[in-house]
């Protein structure tokens, strides 16, 4: 299993420029996440998703746009890329139905660094 | 979710046992600590969770206490790849749906392995 991958793993925009990032689990998660992690705040939920087809907000998602069309696949978008999105987004997929705890064990991708100048 | 207080940072030798405390006075008895590390520029990976017995797995043991106000992970031989912030949380297990699912970090303890 590959587990969560996200692509790229760098991205450098311009301020007004548009770019996906896109995430894919091959675990047959239902549940996936966009977070955004940013020096002294923590993460940060941008969107996530309950399943295939659905997708709703989350703490920070202005300026973000998501979708799920397939279970295994969460894109992220910018639309208009601001320097305030200069960040690092981990996507992350979990179980929603074990019993024992391990219904929020959560798995991240590596992250894309995005500089947005 | 219940509150933890970790202290910011410690070291220790390469080979020798980490013990890394959590403190959840707080927490209720349908909640679980769970142990997350993150290694620099890396996403949080997933290290162990308990509700109440001591846990073990390849990684690392979960020592929780009998009143569960605290616990302890413990990295048995650390390595220098071991070096990362570690985040302990607690939540409920069930129940969760939809942003509650969500994982919220502290500011975790930052753990130095030294050659």
């Known amino acids: 299993n590959a587990g969560v991958t996200q692509t790229p793993k760098f991205r450098v925009l311009k301020t007004g420029q548009s770019m996906t990032l896109l995430c894919a689990q091959d675990?047959?998660?239902?549940?996936m996440y966009w977070y955004r992690q940013d020096p002294g705040m923590g993460l940060r939920l941008i969107h996530y998703?309950?399943?295939?087809?659905?997708?709703a907000k989350g703490e920070v998602p202005d300026g973000y746009n998501v979708s799920r069309l397939k279970k295994q696949n969460f894109l992220l978008g910018l639309e208009s890329a601001a320097p305030s999105q200069t960040s690092v987004y981990f996507c992350?997929?979990?179980?929603?139905?074990?019993?024992?705890?391990?219904?929020?064990?959560?798995?991240f991708g590596p992250g894309t660094r995005l500089t947005v100048l | 979710d219940a509150k933890t207080t970790q202290p910011p940072s410690m070291d220790c030798a390469e080979g020798r046992a980490a013990n890394l405390p959590c403190n959840h006075s707080?927490?209720?008895?349908?909640?679980?600590v769970y142990w997350y590390r993150q290694i620099h520029s890396q996403g949080p990976q997933y290290i162990i969770h308990?509700?109440?017995n001591n846990e073990t797995n390849e990684m690392a043991s979960l020592i929780i206490t009998e009143d569960r106000k605290s616990s302890t992970l413990i990295l048995p031989h650390a390595t220098l790849r071991d070096t990362a912030v570690y985040y302990c949380?607690?939540?409920?297990?069930?129940?969760?749906?939809?942003?509650?699912?969500?994982?919220?970090f502290g500011k975790g303890i930052t753990l130095s392995v030294r050659p």
């Open positions: 992350a997929s979990s179980y929603t139905r074990l019993a024992g705890g391990r219904y929020n064990e959560q798995f």
């Open positions: 675990m047959n998660h239902e549940y």
């Open positions: 998703s309950v399943g295939e087809g659905t997708t």
């Open positions: 707080t927490i209720s008895g349908n909640e679980y």
């Open positions: 308990g509700l109440k």
């Open positions: 949380i607690v939540r409920v297990a069930f129940g969760l749906t939809g942003a509650n699912s969500k994982l919220t």
